[in-house]
């Protein structure tokens, strides 16, 4: 019995296909939500306005167009962690801004964007990438060592 369990938890070891599985869904969802905010960006501004965020009309198309792009970046696999930490940071200022004082519940889907995104950041983008930047050895970006 040992043995058929071995061999299939072997069969199903594949951390690449899980990245991209993680990174399809964590990007569909900030593309959506993006595209959603570019449909009307006036509406971004004026909600910006209300959260009293420093230059509104700067940052609303800005956060607009970084979930849509972030979101695409994630989804094919061009500079990932890159792409990752931008939008981590995003859904921190977002959690913030929103109120941290009202609890966990509010923010259930920007604190897991966060840890999503956060995590494709520190592991990179896996083996399925358009553009992938990490040594599958070191993971350092753009690594020009011979391992």
Not at 47 to 62: I, K, N, R, S
Not at 113 to 140: D, H, P, R, V
């Amino acid at each position: 019995m040992r043995h058929y369990i071995n061999k299939m938890s072997k069969f199903c070891y594949r951390p690449s296909l899980g990245l991209l599985l993680i990174r399809v869904a964590v990007g569909a969802v900030f593309l959506a939500h993006g595209w959603m905010k570019i449909q009307d960006v006036g509406k971004v501004s004026d909600m910006m306005v209300h959260l009293g965020v420093v230059a509104p009309t700067f940052f609303g198309p800005f956060i607009s167009w970084l979930e849509v792009i972030g979101g695409l970046m994630l989804i094919f696999g061009i500079l990932t962690r890159v792409a990752g930490a931008a939008l981590g940071i995003e859904m921190v200022f977002a959690v913030f801004l929103t109120g941290i004082g009202a609890g966990f519940g509010p923010h259930e889907m920007e604190i897991l964007l966060m840890a999503g995104a956060f995590g494709i950041a520190l592991t990179g983008s896996g083996n399925y990438a358009l553009y992938k930047m990490e040594c599958n050895n070191c993971g350092a970006m753009l690594c020009k060592e011979n391992h």
